[in-house]
C-alpha cells in the first residue's frame, strides 16, 4: 500500500517541476536584461547618428549601459 500520494515518487515530481521552475525563472530573467540592454545601445547609437547628442555624451551613455 501506497502511502502519501505515492510515497517517493511524487517527491521526485516535486523537486523535477521545481527544478523546472528555477531554471525557467533564471532564463527568463536573464534573457529580458540582454535584450534591453542592446535595445537601448541601438537605440542611443540612432541618437548619435541623428546628431541629437554629442560624442561625450553617447560615449558617457554607453559606459553606463555597459
Do not use: N, T
Not at 21 to 40: F, K, M, N, P, T
Amino acid at each position: 500500500m501506497m502511502g502519501w500520494f505515492g510515497g517517493g515518487i511524487m517527491m521526485i515530481v516535486f523537486w523535477a517541476l521545481f527544478i523546472a521552475l528555477i531554471v525557467w525563472i533564471v532564463r527568463e530573467v536573464s534573457g529580458r536584461h540582454s535584450h534591453s540592454s542592446s535595445q537601448a545601445l541601438a537605440i542611443l547609437k540612432e541618437r548619435y547618428a541623428r546628431g541629437e547628442i554629442s560624442k561625450e555624451e553617447f560615449e558617457s551613455k554607453k559606459k553606463d549601459l555597459l
